[in-house]
C-alpha cells in the first residue's frame, strides 16, 4: 500500500525559511511524478511544484526563485525548501505522487497517492 507521510510545517514569520519534507513507502518514489501542492480553506488545491518521472522540475509562478523542490531516491523522499515566506504562503500543504500522470496534467490535482497534509503559516 503506497503511503506518503509529510513534516516540517509549522509557524514562520515572513522572511523566514521552512523545509517541507515527504517520505514515500510502498513503490518506488523514484519512478513516479512527485508534487506539491497547497489549500487554503474554502479555495481550491494549488499547484506549487513538481518533479516529472523522476527527472524535470515544475513550479508555479508563486514558487518561482523562492521555492527548491528536490529529491533523495535512497530515501524515497523528496522535499520543498521555501524561502523568502509571505504570509499569502500560508495553507496545508500536501506532497502527491502518481507514476502514470502525463505531462500537461502535472499542474493538475490528478495524482493517486496524496499525504495526510501539513499546515504552514506565515505571519507578516
Known amino acids: 500500500q503506497v503511503q506518503l507521510v509529510e513534516s516540517g510545517g509549522g509557524l514562520a514569520q515572513a522572511g523566514d525559511s521552512l523545509r517541507l519534507s515527504c517520505v514515500a513507502s510502498?513503490?518506488?518514489?523514484?519512478?513516479?511524478?512527485m508534487a506539491w501542492f497547497r489549500q487554503v480553506s474554502g479555495k481550491e488545491r494549488e499547484f506549487v511544484a513538481a518533479i516529472f518521472r523522476g527527472s524535470r522540475t515544475y513550479y508555479a509562478d508563486s514558487a518561482k526563485g523562492r521555492f527548491t523542490m528536490s529529491r533523495d531516491s535512497a530515501k524515497n523522499a523528496w522535499y520543498l525548501q521555501m524561502d523568502s515566506l509571505r504570509p499569502e504562503d500560508t495553507a496545508v500543504y500536501y506532497c502527491?505522487?502518481?507514476?502514470?500522470?502525463?505531462?500537461?496534467?502535472?499542474?493538475?490535482?490528478?495524482?493517486?497517492?496524496w499525504g495526510q497534509g501539513t499546515q504552514v503559516t506565515v505571519s507578516s
Open positions: 510502498g513503490y518506488t518514489a523514484s519512478r513516479y511524478t
Open positions: 502527491a505522487a502518481d507514476s502514470a500522470l502525463i505531462l500537461s496534467s502535472v499542474t493538475t490535482p490528478r495524482y493517486t497517492y
